[in-house]
């Protein structure tokens, strides 16, 4: 409840490392990463949001900038989580 960004889906702290991603969304992803070859929108869009904060995490702290690498990103991210 003491979350300054608990209204964002996802969020990340570049100088601890951490992100904090939603239970919502943190439900939908774990279901994404059960059963990726019938993944939903929703479910891509959990990853996307994962993807997301962890170029955050990495110090892209520019959201235009962090957009466009965390597409680029999204594939690889997948596969990191062990996607096929």
């Known amino acids: 409840m003491l979350d300054p960004a608990m209204l964002a889906a996802g969020h990340a702290n570049p100088r601890t490392g951490e992100i904090g991603i939603q239970k919502p969304w943190c439900g939908t992803l774990m279901s994404y990463l059960a059963h990726p070859a019938r993944a939903t929108d929703l479910e891509i869009q959990s990853l996307n949001i994962f993807t997301h904060e962890s ?13 466009v690498r965390g597409r680029a990103a999204h594939y690889r991210a997948a ?3 062990g996607v096929s």
């Open 79 to 81: 596969k990191l989580l």
């Open 55 to 67: 170029m955050h995490v990495r110090g892209e702290i520019e959201r235009g900038i962090d957009r």
